[in-house]
């Protein structure tokens, strides 16, 4: 299954910032929100790979269907995605 996890694994979430023509684009600050099955949510730390690319590391602690959302300041795009634990 795509976007399936063992639970205790590490996963790697990808995160593009871009302005309002679709332009790649670096922030001054980019959060990741992760909404566990529970409803509560993690912040793991943010690493910056090149223009407008970001990733964060998620250790897994739950089974189920997680979220999660790069955010970031100015007039920017974002977006979501989930993945699953099992």
């Known amino acids: 299954m795509a976007n399936s996890y063992a639970n205790g694994n590490v996963v790697r979430m990808l995160g593009q910032i871009k ?38 590391d998620y250790t897994t602690t739950q089974t189920g269907t997680h979220t999660y959302k790069f955010v970031s300041t100015g007039v920017v795009t974002v977006g979501s995605s989930t993945f699953i634990v099992t």
């Open 19 to 56: 302005d309002v023509n679709q332009t790649l684009i670096d922030a001054t600050t980019v959060v990741v929100t992760v909404t566990l099955p529970d409803t509560t949510t993690s912040t793991p730390s943010v690493t910056h790979d090149s223009v407008g690319n970001y990733h964060a």
